[in-house]
């Protein structure tokens, strides 16, 4: 059974970093896609980044804050957060593709706050 577990979310405060990370288990492929999207309360799901064969695509909000890097052709996926904002208080979620199968993580709860 294929697992994401994500991880490393937290309380910061404004201006200050994070770093998430998302490990796959379970599964005898390695991702085409893997990524992380963001719900804040009252919002829908949105996406933050992908990198599909070591290309990254971003959110225009996050672009030059947010990096996303993986671990080789492991089924690893990590998101640094620099310079955070109250706006990007959300659950981060990390989301893996293989084919027509999606994966998605339970969440890590990310809070900006003074």
């Known amino acids: 059974q294929v697992q994401l577990v994500d991880a490393g979310g937290g309380l910061v405060q404004p201006g200050g970093s994070l770093r998430l990370s998302c490990v796959g288990s379970?599964?005898?492929?390695?991702?085409?896609?893997m990524g992380w999207y963001r719900q804040a309360p009252g919002k829908e799901r949105e996406l933050v980044a992908t990198?599909?064969?070591?290309?990254?695509n971003y959110a225009d909000s996050v672009k030059g804050r947010f990096t996303i890097s993986r671990d080789g052709a492991a089924n690893t996926v990590y998101l640094q957060m620099n310079s955070l904002r109250p706006e990007d208080t959300a659950v981060y979620y990390c989301?893996?593709?293989?084919?027509?199968?999606?994966?998605w993580g339970k969440g890590t709860l990310v809070t900006v706050s003074a």
């Open positions: 989301h893996a593709k293989v084919g027509i199968m999606n994966y």
């Open positions: 990198i599909v064969s070591g290309r990254t």
């Open positions: 379970g599964a005898t492929f390695s991702f085409n896609v």
